[in-house]
T-cell receptor, first 108, second 115 residues
């Protein structure tokens, strides 16, 4: 069965520190993975997807098929990065499984 | 700019009432989704529609039904609301350009409280 695991409910880091939000998945096929973000009082929106290999707002995520992981990273956290982050896995024709989310809190 | 709108931001209903949540998108997207968002549980798919009048059950369809009579509109219906359906409901839409999954565009959410 497809599953997305985000082990941390809350991650607190100081401004300027590196950030790593963990995401592990289980999927028998070729995975397609996403990170979505929800800032306070805003709607959920796409941050990045692995097939585009983009860096958005300084965030990157590399798909590691051996470790079945898709961790989200940023070298230097900023206060405006504080938000709820969801990892998501495509499970075939437009259906997506979301993780339980990690709240990132950047301490000034 | 894709716009997904939901009919209400906040809704309070009584147990046993029939509840309608409406979602409209203006980008001619093929696919529309209803999720509920609960703390610690993330987003869970209730129903999904890939075309007008076409629907597919998600992971938690019990107690819900949906209607898609027009491409731009997708309604979620709670036939007889119960307190365990108190939640944040998110609507999303996505184009149908790929087999796997396109980017989903979300509405602002409806916070439903069932008393």
């Amino acid at each position: 069965a497809q599953r997305v695991t985000q082990p941390e409910k809350l991650l607190s880091v100081f401004k300027g520190a590196p950030v790593e939000l963990k995401c592990n998945y289980s999927y028998s096929g070729s995975p397609e993975l996403f990170w979505y973000v929800q800032y306070s009082r805003q709607r959920l929106q796409l941050l990045l997807r692995h097939i585009s290999r983009e860096s958005i707002k300084g965030f990157t995520a590399d798909l590691n098929k051996g470790e079945t992981s898709f961790h989200l990273k940023k070298p230097f956290a900023q206060e405006e990065d504080s938000a709820m982050y969801y990892c998501a896995l495509s499970r075939g024709y437009q259906k997506v499984t979301f993780g339980t989310g990690t709240k990132l809190q950047v301490i000034p | 700019d894709v716009k997904v709108t939901q009919s209400s931001r906040y809704l309070v209903k009584r147990t046993g009432e029939k509840v309608f949540l409406e979602c409209v998108q203006d980008m001619d997207h093929e696919n529309m989704f209803w999720y509920r968002q609960d703390p610690g549980l993330g987003l869970r798919l209730i129903y999904f529609s890939y075309d007008v009048k076409m629907k597919e059950k998600g992971d938690i369809p019990e107690g819900y039904s949906v209607s898609r009579e027009k491409k731009e509109r997708f309604s979620l219906i709670l036939e007889s609301a119960s307190t365990n359906q108190t939640s944040m409901y998110l609507c999303a839409s996505a184009p149908g350009t790929t087999v796997q999954a396109d980017t989903q565009y979300f509405g602002p959410g409806t916070r439903l409280t069932v008393l």
